[in-house]
């Protein structure tokens, strides 16, 4: 057996005049699974589904406009420098899709969206993460199929192997290097896993799996980059990417350690007529994150619906 990944002989199929592509597929399945998992626990904490359904899609939208427009501005050269050809910014089907550009639209939008249905931002942004992560972490297989974004040479059992033409610029004589992809994918899937055994053991909620979420991706994110050896804009003597990685690290653990502090507990959920607190929720036998069953035969409450919430925690909450 070969001591090395091997790297798929093409990366597009044809239906008569339409391409394939395996970057697209990944994207796309990384999306329907998120989707299926963030449903299912926003079901669980008695939200309401077609606004969900609906903030999914446009956030969606808007975040896969968002990750491309951030691979734009930080491959500003390929597309306008000097040798730079500015309507291939327009060919997404080559790859480039910027993750942090993703995740900032994709939760403005949401945020915006919660405003218009008045509903927590932070439960929404709970609900969603470890589903987000499992999404990153499939999207990644993209880069398999293209065989872009690959680490540094390597002769480990696990090293990828690269074809000629795909190799950088300096390291032709290589042939095999470090899978980021799968370290990534690897990384964000343990993340969330990991978030999802938070959330049950220390009943986390309002907010503190989201920043949690980011985080985590943002400590496997900066140890990948170092890795990586593809050409990018090298700022303050970094990788440009790495400086919002950075960033997003710092913000994900002091956001985590502010609503540790200032909104504890996890997330209410609503049952029958109101919404439970989590005392009862325990006294109940439920687990965390898990909908006690009412014995009147009564509609889904949305969560935005429910009377007895205190309209200034939801505003705090929102904001």
Same mark, same amino acid.
């Given at each position: 057996?070969?001591?090395?990944?091997?790297?798929? &002989?093409?990366? !597009?199929?044809?239906?008569?005049? %339409?391409?394939?592509?395996?970057?697209?597929?990944?994207?796309?399945?990384?999306?329907?699974?998120?989707?299926?998992?963030?449903?299912?626990?926003?079901?669980?904490?008695?939200?309401?589904?077609?606004? /969900?359904?609906?903030?999914?899609?446009?956030?969606?939208? !808007?975040?896969?406009?968002?990750?491309?427009?951030?691979?734009?501005?930080?491959?500003? @050269?390929?597309? /306008?420098?000097? +040798?730079?050809?500015?309507?291939?910014?327009?060919?997404?089907?080559?790859?480039?899709?910027?993750?942090?550009?993703?995740?900032?639209?994709? /939760?403005?939008?949401?945020?915006?969206?919660?405003?218009?249905?008045?509903?927590?931002?932070?439960? =929404?942004?709970?609900?969603?993460?470890? &589903?987000? =992560?499992?999404?990153?972490?499939?999207?990644?297989?993209?880069?398999?199929?293209?065989?872009?974004?690959?680490?540094?040479?390597?002769?480990? @059992?696990?090293?990828?192997?690269? #074809?000629?033409?795909?190799?950088? &610029?300096?390291?032709?004589?290589?042939?095999?290097? *470090?899978?980021?992809?799968?370290?990534?994918?690897?990384?964000?899937?343990?993340? &969330?896993?990991? =978030?999802?055994?938070?959330?049950?053991?220390?009943?986390?909620?309002?907010?503190?799996? /989201?920043?949690?979420?980011?985080?985590?991706?943002?400590?496997?994110?900066?140890?990948?980059?170092?890795?990586?050896?593809?050409? %990018?804009?090298? %700022?303050?003597?970094?990788?440009?990417?790495?400086?919002?990685?950075?960033? $997003?690290?710092?913000?994900?653990?002091?956001?985590?350690?502010?609503?540790?502090? *200032?909104?504890?507990?996890?997330? +209410?959920?609503?049952? $029958?007529?109101?919404?439970? +607190?989590?005392?009862?929720?325990?006294?109940?036998?439920? $687990?965390?994150?898990?909908?006690? #069953?009412? +014995?009147?035969?009564?509609?889904?409450?949305? !969560?935005?619906?429910?009377?007895?919430?205190?309209?200034? #925690?939801?505003? #705090?909450?929102?904001?």
């Amino acid at each position: 057996m070969p001591l090395f990944l091997p790297s798929p &002989a093409h990366g !597009v199929w044809y239906l008569g005049p %339409v391409p394939i592509r395996g970057y697209a597929m990944s994207i796309l399945a990384g999306i329907v699974v998120a989707f299926i998992l963030a449903r299912h626990r926003w079901k669980k904490w008695g939200g309401d589904t077609n606004q /969900f359904e609906t903030m999914t899609l446009v956030s969606v939208i !808007v975040g896969i406009i968002g990750a491309r427009i951030y691979w734009i501005i930080i491959e500003w @050269p390929r597309y /306008f420098g000097p +040798e730079g050809t500015w309507y291939r910014m327009f060919f997404v089907w080559e790859g480039g899709l910027g993750i942090w550009g993703g995740i900032t639209f994709g /939760f403005i939008t949401g945020w915006l969206l919660c405003r218009h249905y008045k509903i927590p931002f932070l439960r =929404l942004a709970d609900s969603i993460a470890p &589903a987000f =992560l499992i999404a990153q972490g499939i999207g990644r297989l993209g880069n398999w199929w293209n065989q872009e974004l690959y680490g540094l040479p390597t002769t480990l @059992p696990w090293a990828l192997k690269i #074809d000629v033409e795909h190799r950088v &610029a300096g390291y032709e004589q290589y042939a095999t290097f *470090h899978p980021t992809f799968l370290y990534e994918m690897l990384w964000d899937i343990l993340g &969330a896993l990991v =978030l999802l055994w938070l959330e049950r053991r220390f009943r986390l909620g309002r907010g503190k799996v /989201f920043a949690l979420y980011i985080a985590i991706y943002a400590i496997g994110r900066c140890w990948i980059e170092f890795l990586r050896i593809d050409p %990018v804009q090298i %700022v303050g003597g970094l990788r440009i990417n790495v400086w919002p990685t950075m960033a $997003g690290g710092v913000v994900g653990i002091v956001l985590f350690l502010w609503l540790a502090k *200032h909104r504890p507990g996890p997330n +209410e959920i609503i049952v $029958g007529d109101s919404e439970t +607190e989590p005392e009862s929720v325990a006294d109940s036998g439920a $687990g965390p994150g898990s909908v006690v #069953d009412s +014995e009147a035969e009564t509609a889904p409450v949305s !969560v935005c619906q429910d009377a007895h919430r205190d309209p200034t #925690d939801e505003a #705090d909450e929102d904001g």
